[in-house]
């Protein structure tokens, strides 16, 4: 790791400070409670303070609202968690005020992330997702839903989008502008196409494109997020040096590194950069990993979680194949425990466990509604169905 630390200004999220500009990205099946309690308390065991902010996985509008039992299990925070931040997937100005309107009445969350950055075909194949900024005034009616919901509160509504859906529609100016003129206080971009996916490389182009944009039109008021390919604390340093904007998010670069978040908050905000873990720490952090998700999920559910994991953290450390398929079928803690003690705890945390992690995939076509791109000033909902089909997270 080669980053010199220097101090960044600190980023306003609402009535919310970060000391640290790095934001945790929503990612289904892995930003659950568990996932985000191990990245603090590493946050808290490296650096000393718990800086940045940790997004819950998303939730639909619909599900939440109608109390669906799997979501309502999802938007689990820790008891010390602060601030509590939720995304919410919505393609639904009714059901967006209702849900915006529920989280506010019941206090279920301190800052609002509203998904319009999703690329995953049954989510864009009904307008949701990253379809859905090219229809101009739905997704107006939908951010103002979002901020009349919880209107008379403190809590901030923040917007996550993409580029556009391919090179020949890109929606990324029009949604920041749009989303800040509705009363969003900040906003993110990920730096492809919903027609990259996760492929190739993402474009800090047009990160700094939106960050001029909005300044010329905001000034300083409205902070811009950077996100897509920050893998290390060389990456968030260099994207926000040559993009100009104000923070990163982080997703896929902390895929069994949850305490990457103590090396980017170290190199954002001038302090020393811990040193990554050897195995055997790795190894403990493994197992914490594993109790948090048994007491969230249960043990059996917990230990199934744990398992999409285990390729994650042992990336670049030398273990037998036999060991690897043995924590690839964990089913009980204890057998967790004794596998990992299995392993040298002296080996150095390896050169190739940096990079690139998780899903990558190849481009692709947007599957869209029939007639979407027909009119982009059109502010018909989507098909009542477009959330009823994904009650869980939206995808």
């Known amino acids: 790791m080669t980053t010199e630390t220097t101090t960044r200004p600190r980023v306003r999220i609402g009535p919310f400070e970060l000391a640290s500009p790095v934001v945790l990205a929503p990612m289904a099946g892995v930003t659950n ?27 639909t509008a619909r599900a939440l609202v109608e109390r669906h039992p799997v979501t309502m299990h999802m938007t689990t925070f820790g008891p010390d968690e602060n601030p509590r931040s939720l995304q919410l997937y919505t393609v639904d100005p009714e059901y967006t ?3 915006a309107r529920m989280i506010a009445d019941e206090g279920l969350a301190d800052h609002l992330d509203m998904n319009f950055g999703c690329p995953v075909p049954k989510v864009t194949r009904r307008g949701g997702g990253s379809a859905l900024p090219y229809k101009r005034n739905l997704f107006a009616r939908i951010v103002d839903a979002a901020v009349r919901g919880v209107a008379g509160t403190d809590i901030p509504v923040t917007v996550k989008f993409r580029v556009g859906i391919d090179d020949e529609h890109h929606t990324h100016l029009d949604a920041g502008r749009i989303a800040a003129e509705r009363g969003a206080v900040a906003v993110a971009l990920h730096a492809r196409t919903a027609a ?18 909005m300044h010329d039109r905001f000034g300083d008021a409205i902070p811009v997020l950077g996100n897509g390919d920050i893998f290390s604390a060389d990456d968030a340093v260099a994207m926000m040096d040559r993009t100009g904007c104000d923070g990163v998010v982080i997703g896929r670069g902390c895929l069994g590194r ?12 001038g302090t020393p950069i ?23 999920h249960g043990e059996d559910k917990g230990m199934r979680e744990i398992r999409k994991h285990v390729a994650w953290y042992m990336r670049g450390f030398p ?11 964990v089913e009980r803690l204890a057998q967790l425990r004794q596998l990992l ?13 940096e990079g690139p992690r998780g899903r990558q995939g190849t481009p692709g076509k947007v599957v869209l509604p029939e007639g979407w791109l027909d009119d982009p000033y059109d502010d018909a909902s989507p098909d009542a169905d477009a959330e009823a089909g994904l009650p869980h997270s939206g995808g």
């Open 97 to 99: 005020y209702a849900a």
């Open 319 to 329: 273990a037998g194949s036999d060991l690897r398929v043995e924590l690839a079928r």
């Open 341 to 353: 003690d299995t392993l040298d705890p002296t080996v150095p945390f390896p050169p190739d466990a």
């Open 258 to 269: 949850p305490w990457l978040f103590s090396e980017l908050s170290a190199a954002l905000s």
């Open 33 to 59: 409670v568990a996932f985000r309690t191990l990245c603090r308390e590493l946050e808290l065991q490296r650096s000393g303070t718990v800086a940045g902010l940790y997004v819950c996985e998303m939730v």
């Open 274 to 296: 811990p040193t990554p873990p050897d195995l055997g720490e790795v190894a403990a952090i493994m197992y914490r990993h594993g109790e948090l998700l048994a007491a969230h």
């Open 196 to 213: 990259q996916r996760y492929s190739g490389q993402a474009d800090w182009g047009e990160i700094a494109r939106l960050k001029d944009h």
